[in-house]
């Protein structure tokens, strides 16, 4: 079974752009989760998806957003962009949404360089 | 405020012998407890976890133990191997609560290094 895949792998934008990433999740898997991984925050969370409905929101302004499209897929955007923006972008998968122990499964990250 | 929190940023440790990574929270709501192990250049792999109804959960060479009074839970690798080498991250989350698994809370992590 393919795992969670992310494009593009790799980003170089310059402040004030816009980005767009790209997250496929497992097959059959119908919650996603972004997340911003940088050396002095660590890794925070984004936003959750589930049935094409933004669950869950992390503490990130409102340049920040994203979708969830009928066949699980995800895109998050980011408007604007500043220096500080600069991370390893992480989508998660996970089977369901709600009160269980199933376990989210990461893709390899889009890096994105803010110049 | 670090909700989770991993004191130590690096550890290592000889081959062979068992490797210890701490972990402690804050917040007593949470209910459901992950490892996870990075590699430079790719996405945190999933390795073990614990539900707070637990104390223990072992997986091979991996157990977890969780002291819920002391807030605190560790993972235990026996025998650590070179291919360990890597950060691994605790996370938390609420999960009794109509609240969704996906706001896990991380630490900040502990580079793991084992030597031949």
């Known amino acids: 079974k393919a795992g969670v895949t992310q494009t593009p792998r790799y980003l170089i934008k310059t402040r004030g752009q816009q980005v767009t990433l790209s997250c496929s999740p497992i097959?059959?898997?119908?919650?996603v989760s972004w997340y911003q991984q940088t050396p002095g925050q660590g890794l925070q969370f984004l936003f959750e998806y589930f049935s094409e409905t933004q669950r869950n929101k992390g503490n990130f302004p409102g340049r920040f957003s994203g979708r969830q499209f009928s066949n699980s897929r995800s895109e998050m955007n980011v408007s604007t962009l500043e220096l500080g923006d600069s991370a390893l972008y992480l989508c998660a998968s996970s089977l369901v949404y709600g009160p269980s122990t199933d376990t989210q499964y990461f893709g390899p990250g889009t890096r994105l360089t803010v110049l | 405020d670090q909700q989770v929190k991993q004191n130590s940023p690096s550890l290592r440790v000889q081959e062979g012998r068992i490797s210890i990574l701490n972990c402690d929270y804050t917040?007593?709501?949470?209910?459901?407890f992950l490892w996870y192990k990075k590699y430079p250049a790719e996405g945190p792999t999933f390795l073990i976890s614990?539900?707070?109804?637990?104390d223990k959960n072992e997986d091979g060479r991996f157990t977890v133990f969780l002291n819920k009074s002391a807030k605190h839970l560790s993972l235990h690798i026996v025998p650590s191997q070179p291919g360990d080498s890597a950060v691994y991250f605790c996370a938390a989350s609420v999960r009794n609560y109509g609240g969704s698994q996906g706001n896990l809370i991380f630490g900040k992590g502990t580079k793991l290094s084992v030597k031949p």
């Open positions: 917040n007593s709501m949470f209910d459901y």
């Open positions: 097959s059959g898997h119908r919650s």
């Open positions: 614990i539900s707070s109804i637990k």
